[in-house]
């Protein structure tokens, strides 16, 4: 199986990985792992709109994502102001 990389967007890349069994492209997201400095399997994409999709929106990508520390979509009330700041 080739690996060819089709975007990457730190810390994110999209991959397609060969086929799979039923001959449709095998999309996915890998993440850069910061301890390693290696790309690990994220997310396997359903298919080539999905994939569209992440390239179009990288708030979707960060929806994707399981790790809890990435926020996707912030809205202005989920920032808290300091009531220390004038």
């Known amino acids: 199986m080739k690996l060819e990389v089709i975007l990457e967007r730190y810390p994110y890349r999209f991959i ?3 086929k799979l069994k039923n001959g449709y492209p095998d999309f996915r997201i890998q993440k850069m792992n910061n301890i390693t400095w290696r790309y690990n399997d994220m997310y396997l ?11 179009e929106d990288p ?20 920032t808290c102001k300091s009531p220390y700041l004038s």
């Open 45 to 55: 994409l359903d298919s080539q709109a999905q994939l569209d999709c992440c390239i």
């Open 16 to 18: 397609q990985f060969g």
């Open 59 to 78: 708030e979707y990508v960060k929806w994707l994502d399981p790790d809890p520390e990435v926020a996707a979509y912030p809205r202005k009330s989920d």
